[in-house]
């Protein structure tokens, strides 16, 4: 399975974007998608992720309330919409697919066995 994270770009503070992360070579059903992202100096931090189930999400506190993941099976794509952007979101953003179906583990890198290649996003302020 190969996924393809796009949709990055710049953006002044207080706006939006919305990242996809389309699947080839699989199907993301049955697999939990998680966006992560990685800061300049900074480790991959978990951002959010959405359950295999389809309907379950769940999110980082820094960006609970202004993110948003959805998918859409019949595309193979995953979704993060992105609102009220600030200077602190700037990073470039991976998508990740990981067969598990605990919660927990979608919060940890080390669950996703599959990973796109990243997408920027550049937040000014």
């Known amino acids: 399975v190969q996924l393809q994270a796009s949709g990055g770009g710049l953006v002044q503070t207080g706006g939006s974007l919305r990242l996809s992360c389309a699947a080839s070579?699989?199907?993301?059903?049955?697999?939990?998608v998680g966006w992560f992202r990685q800061a300049p100096g900074k480790e991959r931090e978990f951002v959010g992720a959405?359950?295999?189930?389809?309907?379950?999400?769940i999110y980082a506190d820094s960006v609970k309330g202004r993110f948003t993941i959805s998918r859409d099976n019949a595309k193979n794509t995953v979704y993060l919409q992105m609102n009220n952007l600030g200077p602190e979101d700037t990073a470039v953003y991976y998508c990740?697919?990981?067969?598990?179906?605990?919660?927990?583990?979608?919060?940890?890198?080390?669950?996703?066995?599959?990973w796109g290649q990243g997408t920027l996003v550049t937040v000014s302020s």
């Open positions: 070579g699989g199907r993301f059903s049955g697999h939990g």
């Open positions: 990740a697919s990981s067969p598990s179906i605990i919660y927990s583990q979608l919060r940890v890198p080390s669950s996703y066995y599959y």
């Open positions: 959405i359950h295999r189930s389809g309907g379950s999400t």
